[in-house]
């Protein structure tokens, strides 16, 4: 089920317990030199749709959050951001409004790593509301580390920007947005990590021109078995997330 493609009466009739609200949360900001800024949009996009169009019946898809909290790219310009408690208000905002309307299960299918961290404390602080409902959320990558560091074949094995992964995915989806001219191996990155502990740094610090990885060793091909992929492993996911009791105290869940 499409939201906003739903009449009023529609969505009236849609069983409250019988669905999952599916909220995919992007952003549009640069891409390094050969993507496009609205990348995070396109692939989180696409891949809820897919997902929607595998389990219609169960899925009620909400059209994508276009903004993110994007601030660790603002210094390298082409970027939209959303400040982090603006951010986090605005998550819990939308979950709201299907929560008081009945819903009780709702998960957030996040397409961009600034949104992670503010995506944790938004269903936190949501939960003290809404107790007795499942609230979840995590970016569509989550489960599918094995497959994404068997397909890539750069030493970056992980989602980065721009990179290897991002650049295959868009080159699946919307070929004519890449500017394959200007693709190339983005060089060293340089860590937000010590020992364990969290350094933080912008995306101007940590990368040469806005992306990471190897982009140079991205493919069409690589783009469309890596989404199939991702899509079946978060089919399964949907399934398990229904199987989840719902309960506001331990005895409620055994
Ligand atoms: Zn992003």
């Not at 961290?117 to 007795?132: S, W």
């Not at 060293?188 to 140079?216: A, N, W």
């Amino acid at each position: 089920m499409k939201y906003a493609e739903m009449t009023s009466p529609q969505l009236a009739e849609v069983e409250r317990d019988q669905t999952l609200v599916v909220i995919p949360i992007a952003a549009v900001e640069q891409h390094g030199p050969h993507l496009p800024t609205a990348t995070d949009t396109i692939i989180c996009t696409a891949i809820a749709e897919k997902l929607e169009e595998i389990l219609p019946e169960k899925i009620l898809l909400v059209p994508t959050l276009w903004l993110g909290a994007s601030a660790h790219h603002l210094r390298l310009g082409a970027t939209v951001d959303c400040q982090l408690k603006n951010y986090m208000e605005l998550l819990q905002d939308i979950a709201r409004s299907f929560l008081q309307d009945g819903f009780q299960r709702v998960l957030f299918l996040n397409g961009h790593g600034g949104n992670i961290d503010p995506l944790k404390v938004a269903l936190r602080q949501l939960q003290l509301e809404f107790p007795e409902s499942l609230l979840t959320g995590g970016s569509y990558w989550a489960g599918a580390s094995d497959l994404i560091h068997e397909t890539l074949e750069g030493d970056h094995k992980f989602v980065g920007h721009a990179c290897e992964f991002e650049t295959s995915m868009i080159m699946h989806l919307r070929p004519e947005l890449v500017q394959q001219e200007l693709i190339a191996n983005a060089g060293e990155l340089i860590l937000d990590e010590l020992d364990g502990f969290f350094v933080s740094r912008d995306m101007k610090q940590r990368t040469r021109q806005g992306c990471t990885g190897r982009p140079d060793l991205a493919t069409a091909e690589k783009g469309k078995l890596l989404m199939e992929g991702i899509v079946n492993r978060l089919k399964s996911t949907v399934k398990k997330l229904f199987q989840q009791k719902l309960g506001t105290a331990y005895e409620d869940f055994c």
